[in-house]
C-alpha cells in the first residue's frame, strides 16, 4: 500500500456488509465471509500486540504526543504518566496554541528535565543536557528538528518529524525520504513523530533497511489516530539497531488530543 487509502477496520466493515448482501447466496455468501474473516485475523495478528511487558527502571522511556493545538493538558494524567514512566526523552507537537501557563506547569513540576521551545511548534525536554537543535522547513508544510542531546552522559541525535497534510499534495513520500536522508546523514538515534503516513506505507521501507520501529513492540492496537479509534498509525518512532525496542504503550486522553500518547520502552546498546 503507498499510503493505505481504506484503514483496514473500514475493509473489514466493507466486507460484513457485502456479506450480508449475499447472505441469501449461500455460496458468495461464504466467499465473502471467509475473505472478511482473513483480514480480521490479518489485522489482528499485524496490527494489535497481545503481549504486556511491566515498567521497568532498567529500561528508559521515551514520551511522544501530538496534542493537536489543544490549549490545555490534562495535568493530572500527564503527570501521572511521566511519574510512572520517568521518560529521559519527551516531546509535545502541534503546541502552537498550548497556553503558557501549561509549560509553566510543565516545567515547574518536572525541574530535572531541561525544556526547549522549537520552532514547528515542538518542545523537547530531556533528562540530560540539549546542546543543539537544526531546525528544517520544507517546501511543503512539513518540518523537523534535529535535536543533538546527552543523556546518561552519552551524546544522542534525535530527529523529531512533522509532516504536514495540505489539500492536493500527495508528494508526502518526498517529504519521507527528506527526512530519512537527514537522519542517515547525521547518525540520528531515533526518528519520530507525527508522519500522517501510516506504518504499513511502501514508503517505509527505505526506513526499515536501517531503522526498527517500534510497531513490532506495540501493546495493544497499533493505530495511533483518531480519538482513540483504530484506524491509522501515524505517530511513529523508529531507532537505530543499536537501541533495542522493549515495549510501545499508547494512551489516549479524550477532549485533548485526537491523536495519542506513546510511551515507549527501550535500551541503548551503549
Known sequence: MIFNAFAMPILIGFGLFIS???????????????????????WLYSYYGFK???????????????????KFLPREAIREKITTYDPEIMTFSEIKKLGMTEIKYLK??????????????????????????????LKTISKFNLAKVIIDGNHRTLLIADIGVVRRYYNRWQDLEIILQHGLENNADMIYGDFNTPYESYHFNAYRESYKSFHDVNEGFAASWPKGLPLFELDQIWATPSITPISLKKFYFKDFSNHDMLIGSFRFSD
Open 20 to 42: 450480508l448482501i449475499l447472505l441469501k447466496d449461500k455460496k458468495w455468501f461464504k466467499l465473502a465471509l471467509g475473505v472478511t474473516l482473513l483480514l480480521i485475523a490479518h
Open 52 to 70: 504486556t511487558k511491566p515498567v521497568s527502571s532498567e529500561n528508559q522511556h521515551i514520551l511522544f504526543w501530538n496534542i493537536d493545538n489543544r
Open 108 to 137: 515547574e513540576q518536572f525541574p530535572q528535565y531541561q525544556f526547549r521551545m522549537l520552532q514547528g511548534y515542538m518542545m523537547l525536554a530531556v533528562k540530560g543536557e540539549i546542546i543543539s537543535i537544526e531546525y528544517t522547513k
